[in-house]
């Protein structure tokens, strides 16, 4: 069966092409470097045509709501309203855990992109995973100078692999709607998460926790991205993830 991965050349959507792969099915990847631009809906009809089931991955890096609904309301309604031209059966879509209950300028995307999905004419199931063991990564990348100053967040981190291989489960089944919040093995701090890293790779710069500002602040530093509820539950910890490829090839980005 053909699978299409909309933002297959991302981070994500690697993982997931490779995953559509594994398991004896053919990857059609969305994107701009193979002819399609979610934003402009330009391409989508010739490349879902005899495409049964879409995973969408794609993704904006940005924490302005504006920018954030603004991507995922605009990629997601060219997405559906293709599908349902051509005849797409089932619509997967990722988001985040604690999107509903953390007021952060990504996350109203996030919430956007749920409501056009679960409210679309195409059949859909959304998968909320927890944060990425990459985030930590991520975002010591992009904090210059010696002291990383860090948002204070609990969280219950995944490897993204093991998210992109139940996305394909979700794709080769029946449409759930919203189906039950996947989650790490533990919970971590992102701080804590921040100095082991920095640590396993030979750096010496301080970590340095900072609440952000009112509720979005609270909600982070407390339950507000933890699961509320059963769901699958990844196996790789935080160190196993540490001493992996995946970790290695970000190595020299968070000194």
Known sequence: MRIAVAGGTGGVGRLVV????????????LARSTGVDLIRG?????????????????????????????????????????????????????SVVGADRVNWGYYAGKRRQEKLVLDGAVPATVLRSTQF???AAQMLATIPGPIAVVPQMLMQPIAAHEVANCLVDLALADPTGRAPDIAGPQQLRMSDMA?????????????????LPGAT??????????????????????????ASPAAQNDAGRTR
Request: charged share 20%; proline share 5%; aromatic share 4%.
């Open 195 to 211: 100095r082991r890293l920095l640590r396993t790779r030979g750096s010496h710069r301080l970590v340095l926790p900072v609440r």
């Open 133 to 135: 063991y990459e985030l």
């Open 18 to 29: 490779n995953a559509v792969r594994a398991v004896g099915h053919e990857p059609v990847v």
């Open 42 to 94: 330009s391409g989508l009809d010739e490349a879902l045509t005899g495409v049964p089931v879409v995973i969408d991955v794609s993704n904006v890096s940005t924490i302005n709501r504006k920018k954030s609904e603004n991507f995922f309301g605009t990629a997601t309604t060219n997405l559906l309203a293709a599908g349902r031209r051509v005849g797409v059966r089932h619509h997967v879509a990722l």
């Open 217 to 242: 602040g609270r909600a982070m530093a407390g339950h507000g991205l933890l699961p509320t509820g059963p769901g699958p539950r990844g196996t790789q910890t935080f160190d196993q993830w540490l």
